[in-house]
């Protein structure tokens, strides 16, 4: 039976021995297991040329050892079990360096939170055999468009249903210039955070977003407060502005249960401006802070 090369038997050894040592917390989600995204390329190769055929990277498998199995292979054989039942994973590329072939996730089948840094979406496959069982999704650095990732999944291009289980999406540090369409797949969301992105505008794409809690769309270019539907307006308890380009604060009154405001550093000017704060029965905390208002307060 074939060997892998020495360096790729290196990799496999040391990163069995860890996940043999520290393991449980991995399995149990109370860890994540983080990998540069071409340690998962070497291993992915390894997986598909040692393991299974390319026909095999759907559905959970049960690898059986066998007495002819090689210590390498039977490190692989774990290494693949292992990643197949992780249940939060964050893949990681460095800066300054070139991201040139496809980053396949197929192995792991439990995941539950998928973290990527500098992976660019064409580049990801295999997030459409996950993205239904995903409770939170984060992507930094990695993205022009929402729908890359939510719509297309990423290099699989195949169209997304509904994300069954998603309540956490955290899509900052990208760049992101409009909202679309793909936020409506998101029926069960509740904490929404596109912070330091160059959006202009949210449009309607925010309606469908029914049980909306947290929205972060700060650092970014909004000249105007977003617009939620009837039931996230009734449900929203956090919302952050800060350092956009907001010159009104209208329709704010209409989110009954917001408890958290943050309107730092926009382009507030007049008092008057400040108007549907009084109509926030609820509020707990307000930050005005870095605004043109002549003083930081309603009377």
């Not at 390894?46 to 990277?57: D, G, M, W």
């Not at 995941?111 to 496959?125: D, M, Q, S, Y």
């Not at 992105?197 to 309606?207: A, D, R, S, V």
């Not at 009837?230 to 929203?236: D, E, F, G, Q």
Request: aromatic fraction near 6%.
């Amino acid at each position: 039976m074939a060997v892998a090369p020495p360096g790729q038997s290196s990799l496999v050894h040391s990163l069995a021995t860890l996940l043999r040592n520290n393991g449980d917390v991995v399995l149990d989600g109370s860890s994540t297991l983080t990998l540069p995204a071409c340690t998962l390329q070497q291993l992915t190769r390894l997986f598909e040329q040692y393991l299974l055929s390319r026909s095999q990277q759907h559905g959970f498998l049960a690898l059986p050892s066998h007495p002819a199995d090689t210590s390498s292979l039977l490190q692989l054989q774990f290494l693949f079990d292992v990643l197949q039942k992780t249940l939060s994973l964050k893949l990681i590329h460095p800066p300054g360096v070139r991201l040139e072939s496809v980053v396949k996730i197929f192995p792991f089948k439990s995941l539950k939170c998928l973290e990527l840094k500098r992976i660019p979406a064409h580049l990801l496959e295999g997030l459409r055999g996950v993205y239904s069982q995903l409770e939170v999704f984060i992507c930094s650095k990695s993205l022009h468009s929402l729908e890359e990732l939510l719509s297309l999944c990423g290099g699989d291009l195949s169209s997304a249903l509904t994300w069954l289980e998603l309540h956490t999406l955290n899509f900052s540090y990208n760049s992101i210039i409009c909202l679309d369409q793909s936020l409506s797949l998101l029926n069960i969301l509740k904490s929404l955070d596109l912070s330091h992105n160059k959006i202009q505008e949210c449009g309607e794409f925010l309606k469908p977003l029914s049980e909306l809690e947290h929205l972060n769309l700060g650092y970014n270019c909004l000249q105007r407060a977003p617009t939620l539907g009837p039931s996230a307006r009734a449900k929203l308890h956090t919302l952050i502005l800060r350092n956009n380009e907001l010159e009104t604060i209208n329709g704010v009154e209409q989110l009954s249960s917001l408890q958290h405001l943050d309107l730092a550093y926009n382009l507030l000017l007049e008092h008057a401006q400040l108007a549907p704060l009084s109509l926030l029965h609820g509020l707990t905390s307000l930050n005005l802070e870095g605004n043109p208002l002549r003083f930081y307060t309603l009377f």
